[in-house]
Each structure stands twice: as C-alpha cells, then as structure tokens.
C-alpha cells in the first residue's frame, strides 16, 4: 500500500468517526448512559473482531497482546476523562479542547522520537485548530471550567495512542493488537458501567445504533487507524482525523437538522487547507526509522 492510499482509507475512516456522534445522539436520546453506550461498542466489537478474525487470531504474539492491552488501558483513560470532562463542560467548547491534540501531536512526537517538528507541520496543525475553533466555537472559550483540564489531558491521550502503537507494535500484527485494545477496553468500560449504572431503554434506534457504533466506528475504524499508522506518521494521521468535525457537522445538518453557518463553513475550508498542507509535505523520514537512527548515531559517539 502506497502512503496516499492509506492516506485515503484514512479520510475514509474520518468520515464515518464522524457519524459515529450521531449515532451516539441516537443512543444518550433513549436513554442509554455514557459509560454503558462504550461498553455496548466495545464489548460487541471485540464479539465481531473475534467471529470475523479467528483464524488470525489464533496464537496471538504475546508482544501483541502486552501492547493491546496497554492501548486499551489508555483508550479506557481517554473516554473516561472525556464523558467526565463533557459532564462539567460545554460541548462545544469540550469539541475544541479535545481537538487540541493536533497542536500536541508534532510535539509528542518529537518527545517520543527525539526528531524536531517540521514548521509546515506546525502551520498546518495551526490552520487545522483555527478550523476546528471555527466549527466548535459559537460564543468563544469563555472562562476555564473544571472540566477543562480533563479534556486537554483527554486530548493528549489520544495523541499518546497513536504513538504508543508506533514505538511499541514492530512487526507485530495490528489485527491482533487491535482485538486485545477492544477487549481490554471493553472489560474497563464494563466495571465503570457497573459503577455508573444503565439506563435501560433499549429502543429500536438505539439498539441500531449500538450495532453501528460496534462495527464501524469501533471495529472498522480502529483498524484502519492501526493499519495506517504502519504507512504514515502520527502527525499525518492525526491531521486527516481531524477532518472527523467537518463530516460531523456535515451529518449533523442532515440528519439531526443541525444548521450549517458560514462561520462553520470557513472552518471546514481552514481544516482542509492544514491538511492539505501536511499531506503535501515531502516524505520524511519515519518515526520508526528516525529513532533507530538517533540510537545508532549515540551507540557511535560513546
């Protein structure tokens, strides 16, 4: 696969990340509470994952299974820091802080990978949070909520999945990291929903949309993510998913008669371009590559 296929199914992915907060909508609407709406994705992913994969998932690498269960951990952490975050939070404004890992990211990276940020990543990483503050924003940050501070630390756990999965998969297969990240979260979300409570209303809808939730949003998207992250670095990837509130906003006008003002439309046009800027970049070196190499030049200056 070449890197703009990948970057492609990415894009791809980022849509249908996107429906996934409609179909959530759907979800907390009939009455289904936060923790029991990821533990139903989750737990009916991994079901999925395991049915459709057996064969592949058969004797799994305990390398992969060590690192899946680290993923799902961290995974565990960002939706927990995100629905307390959202409980004390505008969702608008809860919208852009979590989105502030497209800043994070080429600084995370440099930090993991001892390699400086390229400045076009940085414009571009600039013009794609200009364009998601444009989207979330309707009435500015305003003043610092409690929560505010759990979604930023929800927004750097995102950036440190990505990264996580680069320093540590190697060889291993993304399939089977991917499966153990499913049920590793899965099990959390589990013992939080016991905590937490249900809601109970299982409506028509809402059973629909936990089943999507399941097996597009949860399996088939976190798959791709895993997959692609073997072809393109964590800031490339990070800046195609923030693409996600374009379609969000798109799918939100359509379905839930969310409007779209021009000030929404600016924002998509200003993601657009930071993506496009960042995708257009001459290739770099990869991550992976940069840190063997950073190691071989210090083992030969000792």
């Known amino acids: 696969m070449t890197k703009g296929s990948a970057a492609w199914l990415l894009l791809a992915a980022s849509a249908m990340w996107g429906s996934s907060f409609v179909a959530s909508k759907y979800c907390i609407s009939s009455g289904m509470l936060q923790f029991e709406i990821v533990f139903c994705r989750f737990s009916l992913g991994s079901l999925l994952t395991a049915l459709v994969f057996r064969k592949q998932l058969r004797r799994p690498a305990r390398s992969a299974v060590g690192t899946g269960f680290l993923l799902g ?30 800043i994070m990211m080429p600084f995370l990276c440099a930090l993991f990978f001892r390699t400086r940020p390229a ?18 924003l309707r009435e500015g940050l305003g003043g610092a909520a409690p929560g505010d501070l759990l979604l930023l630390a929800d927004a750097a756990t995102y950036g440190l999945n990505s990264l996580l999965l680069v320093k540590l998969a190697g060889e291993d297969s993304r399939l089977q990291i991917s499966f153990f990240q499913f049920l590793t979260t899965a099990a959390c979300m589990g013992v939080l929903t016991l905590i937490q409570g249900t809601g109970g209303a299982y409506t028509r809808p809402a059973v629909l949309s936990v089943l999507y939730l399941a097996a597009v949003p949860t399996v088939l998207c976190y798959l791709i993510k895993n997959f692609t992250l073997k072809y393109l670095d964590p800031v ?67």
């Open 119 to 136: 400045r076009r990543s940085l414009l571009a990483a600039a013009l794609a949070m200009t364009g998601v503050g444009f989207l979330s």
């Open 73 to 102: 951990l961290l995974t565990s952490l960002t939706f927990t820091l995100e629905m307390f975050g959202l409980a004390m939070t505008e969702a608008s404004k809860a919208s852009f802080l979590t989105a502030t890992n497209i």
């Open 236 to 302: 490339r990837c990070t800046l195609i998913l923030s693409t996600e509130s374009i379609f969000c906003a798109v799918l939100s006008a359509a379905l839930l008669g969310e409007r779209m003002t021009p000030r929404m439309l600016a924002g998509a046009a200003l993601i657009c371009g930071g993506v496009a800027a960042e995708i257009l970049r001459p290739a770099e070196t990869p991550p992976e590559k940069a840190a063997e190499d950073a190691q071989i030049l210090t083992e030969e200056t000792k």
